[in-house]
């Protein structure tokens, strides 16, 4: 049983009151121009990474070159490149990247990194032009078992390089590392990616491997992926794997020693779950998918999605249930972040709400989640990241996933069963590889639908005006 059930059936028995509708607003229809996302570019755009690194065991740095190709689509000249550089983030503490030799198309640049935001200038691009960036790094790794960090079992390496910023129409965006939720927007690019490590490490990837070598105890492997947000990589002390085919893609489940009824089900989760969300929302386009156990502390929730490569805190995962539906929730983001992109700091929704229908969807088999009375009263479910209080994140947490599935099941409802599965099934047709907004998928909602959904989002605290800001 949804373990929100009982809490619900509490709140009924206090109040005698199950019928909670608020009247819809009195209101017009969106004018044109509020749903009109044609004019936005999403740049650089064309991203094509090769990066040659190697991971130090004993100080626990990964250093190496980076370079990446990318093609100038924002409507004018650039006379400068940002990059996030995630772990330079506070939270990882204070031995801080270091990022040198930046040089673009071939000659020295200015290149100055402020916390986690990297700024290259002194260049200029034309526009519609391809241009290279090319930059060494030397990245610590800091001891925390988390998505970035080391433990003495795994070395996890979430978002550790650094990745082109996005400009879009809010220009470049460069939000702050976000420990609770993500703050990570990219669009999809090629990875090439030459890998060395000590050779007791087993490496999992994002991607493919292609080659493997071995000399005096240090392994190279080499990886390549393609049309993908991030590549992320997990290494291990003690891992096995399992490999299933499920429709046309290779899923692995990776995990430790004492974990074999625990992979059992990870398997069986994604063998019940991949093929629903292929009906539902098109085809998984890669050729693989690994599901790997983490190691993260006990107060990292759930799971982690990287492209193609997902993780579940299994050590601190209390039951049967919540492994099942943390395994659907973190393969529904393969379509929801890793497919089709979007700004997770500044439209978080579109990213867990739609995650976390989809899992509820598939692993409960219903669109009736009686268990959410979740309701976004403090807070919309437009709300950006830095909209909630610091001490209001458990209130982040509720809402983007929760309450954003419980606005989902409440359109469900109105526009009924087909029309539902046809707007999410379109929405992610039309925006696939690309980055869609709150805009996007209500022009989507409403053309399918035929109906003025206005009164409907803004009566569930969907406000477009308020992603636009
Ligand atoms: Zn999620």
Not at 94 to 121: E, F, M, S, W, Y
Not at 137 to 158: C, K, N
Not at 259 to 272: H, S, V
Not at 303 to 324: I, K, R
């Amino acid at each position: 049983m949804p373990k929100y059930l009982a809490t619900l059936l509490l709140v009924f028995a206090l109040t005698g009151c199950t019928d909670k509708e608020r009247p819809a607003p009195e209101g017009d229809a969106y004018p044109a121009e509020a749903l009109a996302t044609d004019s936005i570019a999403y740049g650089p755009a064309d991203p094509h990474y090769t990066i040659e690194a190697d991971y130090d065991e004993t100080e626990h740095v990964v250093s190496g070159r980076l370079n990446v190709t990318f093609q100038n689509n924002l409507g004018e000249p650039m006379d400068e490149v940002l990059f996030n550089v995630w772990p330079n983030a506070e939270e990882f503490g204070d031995r801080g990247a270091d990022i040198r030799n930046v040089r673009v198309n071939g000659k020295p640049a200015d290149a100055d990194l402020d916390g986690t935001v990297l700024t290259v200038q002194g260049i200029s691009i034309e526009d519609g032009a391809a241009a290279v960036a090319d930059l060494e790094f030397t990245i610590p790794v800091p001891d925390q078992p988390g998505r970035f960090g080391w433990s003495e079992r795994q070395v996890s390496l979430g978002s550790w390089f650094p990745i082109l910023a996005v400009h879009d129409g809010h220009g470049w965006n460069i939000p702050p590392y976000f420990p609770y939720g993500e703050s990570y927007y990219s669009v999809t690019g090629d990875y090439d990616l030459s890998f060395s490590a000590p050779a007791d490490l087993e490496i999992l990837a994002t991607g493919e491997e292609t080659e493997r070598s071995e000399t005096d105890g240090q392994q190279t492997a080499r990886f390549s992926a393609q049309d993908v947000r991030d590549f992320f990589i997990v290494m291990n002390t003690t891992f096995q794997t399992k490999t299933e085919q499920i429709g046309s893609t290779d899923v692995t489940v990776a995990y430790r020693e004492g974990e074999d009824a625990t992979a059992a089900l990870m398997m069986e989760t994604a063998r019940n779950v991949l093929p629903r969300y292929e009906g539902w929302f098109g085809e998984y386009p890669w050729d693989s998918l690994t599901i790997a156990s983490a190691d993260y502390s006990a107060d990292f929730d759930g799971g982690m999605e990287y492209p193609q490569l997902v993780t579940v805190n299994t050590p601190h995962v209390p039951d049967e249930e919540e492994l099942g539906v943390t395994v659907a929730h973190e393969i529904a983001h393969q379509w929801f972040y890793s497919l089709v992109g979007s700004n997770t700091y500044r439209e978080p929704w579109l990213d867990e709400s739609l995650t976390t229908f989809a899992s509820y969807a598939a692993y409960y088999d219903t669109v009736d989640f009686d268990w959410i009375d979740e309701e976004a009263d403090d807070y919309s479910i437009t709300s950006s990241v830095d909209d909630f209080a610091e001490d209001d994140y458990d209130r982040y947490g509720d809402i983007m996933y929760d309450g954003g599935a419980g606005m989902l099941r409440d359109l469900h409802d109105e526009i009924g069963e087909a029309p539902f599965w046809t707007t999410l099934r379109t929405y992610v047709k039309d925006h696939r590889f690309g980055i869609a907004t709150t805009a996007d998928f209500i022009r989507t909602a409403e053309e399918v639908s035929g109906e003025n959904l206005r009164p409907f989002f803004e009566e569930h605290q969907v406000f477009v005006e308020e992603t636009r800001e």
